[in-house]
């Protein structure tokens, strides 16, 4: 069955830098999961609803939201499985927990806290 695990998160002033990490495990079949599919970040900050930042698609192309753009750049290394949010000029606005996503699986969030 496979996993998805986010690692990166942390405490960071406003203005820095953070990459996050979303690791898929399980089988070699359910790890390509991460080259084969749509990858999205997302993220909840308390009392709000869960909004996306990035996507990812098979093929490379990426959106962001637009309150990212120019600051978050979200990749993808298929050879690891893993998919990364690298989050510049991170703002107190960004803090949240951070949940990586594909279709219906999702992993259990990392937190991001900026301060000011």
């Known amino acids: 069955q496979v996993r998805l695990m986010e690692s990166g998160g942390g405490l960071v002033q406003a203005g820095g830098f953070l990459r996050l990490s979303c690791v898929a495990s399980?089988?070699?079949?359910?790890?390509?999961?991460?080259?084969?599919?749509?990858m999205a970040w997302y993220r909840q900050a308390p009392g709000k609803q869960r909004e996306l930042v990035a996507t990812i698609r098979s093929g490379g192309t990426t959106n962001y939201a637009e309150s990212v753009k120019g600051r978050f750049t979200i990749s993808r290394d298929n050879a690891k499985n893993t998919v990364y949010l690298q989050m510049y000029s991170l703002k107190p606005e960004d803090t949240a927990v951070y949940y990586c996503?594909?279709?219906?699986?999702w992993g259990q969030g990392t937190q991001v806290t900026v301060s000011s």
């Open positions: 399980g089988s070699i079949f359910d790890r390509r999961i991460i080259s084969t599919n749509v």
């Open positions: 996503n594909c279709g219906s699986l």
